[in-house]
């Protein structure tokens, strides 16, 4: 039983030492546009937030918010809004 298992690991060893990692392919420079290219790939492009019409100022999103009656959805960034005051 000892050489059989002997004889085992050292087939398991000899065939785990000849194997190679398959090759690398080389993959050339990529230009800003097959960048782009590719990012716009992985991109959804029917993501909802994408359709809404963002206000950058609190007072005319809150006039057209009474005037449309619907809410307003407030993003601040650091308690502050983004961009400053409007």
């Given at each position: 039983m000892?050489?059989?298992?002997?004889?085992?690991?050292?087939?398991?060893?000899?065939?785990?030492a000849s194997a190679q990692p398959p090759p690398v392919a080389e993959k050339k420079p990529a230009t800003a546009e097959a960048l782009k290219a590719e990012i716009e790939a992985l991109?959804?492009?029917?993501?909802?937030?994408?359709?809404?019409?963002?206000r950058t100022c609190l007072l005319d999103a809150l006039k057209e918010s009474a005037r449309k009656k619907k809410p307003v959805?407030?993003?601040?960034?650091?308690?502050?809004?983004?961009?400053?005051?409007?």
């Open positions: 000892r050489k059989l298992t002997v004889v085992v690991c050292s087939v398991l060893f000899a065939g785990l991109r959804d492009a029917k993501v909802a937030w994408r359709k809404v019409e963002w959805f407030l993003w601040v960034l650091g308690g502050a809004p983004a961009d400053g005051r409007c």
